[in-house]
């Protein structure tokens, strides 16, 4: 079975651009979580995907926003970038969205922010 | 709130040396508790979990046990390898009305020797 896939690895990007990174979970599931891992701050929860639905949300400001297609795919969007988003934005799914699932990540996208 | 507090690193132990790496954690409610290891390089997996009180998890020598009454989940084993360097990250997660999130702590680096 393929594991989670995201997209792209790298990305460079300036001060006040915004950005769409991609994950694709592993086949079957239907959760998909974000977060965020700086050296400062660790790893941070930004937003969980059921079924097309945000279902939970972290302490992070509105210019974060996602969304999930009926594939379970999803996608991260961040606007008007700050250099205190250069971060590992990791993307992990699970089969469904209850506490003792695990959950499987990606390899992550690495954003730089100049 | 939830949260988790890890013992600050980085761990630095011989071959074969006991390790313990500390955890605590605070929740509402009845969390399930994790331990994840990031390899160098690779992305982050499920080491092992747990998901009520009293309850032990273990998986590649290493074990945790979920202890109610001082909030804690410890990872130990008894003799570390080489190929056991990595991060170590605690975490949480909860169910409440908006859905589930992993809360982890800061991470722990462990570096074994030869």
């Known amino acids: 079975k393929a594991g989670v896939t995201q997209t792209p690895r790298y990305l460079i990007k300036t001060r006040g651009q915004q950005v769409t990174l991609s994950c694709s979970p592993i086949?079957?599931?239907?959760?998909v979580s974000w977060y965020q891992q700086t050296p400062g701050q660790g790893l941070q929860f930004l937003f969980e995907y059921f079924s097309e639905t945000q279902r939970n949300k972290g302490n992070f400001p509105g210019r974060f926003s996602g969304r999930q297609f009926s594939n379970s795919r999803s996608e991260m969007n961040v606007s008007t970038l700050e250099l205190g988003d250069s971060a590992l934005y990791l993307c992990?799914?699970?089969?469904?969205?209850?506490?003792?699932?695990?959950?499987?990540f990606g390899p992550g996208t690495r954003l730089t922010v100049l | 709130g939830n949260s988790v507090t890890q013992m600050e690193g980085p761990v630095t132990l011989s071959e074969e040396a006991f390790l313990t790496i500390n955890c605590t954690y605070t929740?509402?409610?009845?969390?399930?508790l994790f331990w994840y290891v990031q390899y160098p390089g690779e992305g982050l997996q499920l080491l092992l979990k747990?998901?009520?009180?009293?309850d032990k998890g273990s998986n590649k020598g290493f074990e945790a046990t979920y202890r109610k009454e001082t909030t804690s989940f410890h990872l130990e084993k008894g003799s570390v390898q080489v190929s056991d360097s990595a991060v170590y990250f605690c975490?949480?997660?909860?169910?409440?009305?908006?859905?589930?999130?992993?809360?982890f702590g800061k991470g722990t680096t462990l570096s074994v020797s030869s």
């Open positions: 086949s079957g599931h239907r959760s």
């Open positions: 975490a949480l997660s909860v169910l409440n009305q908006a859905g589930t999130a992993l809360i």
């Open positions: 747990a998901t009520k009180a009293d």
């Open positions: 992990a799914s699970s089969q469904t969205s209850v506490p003792d699932n695990e959950q499987f």
């Open positions: 929740a509402t409610g009845y969390p399930s």
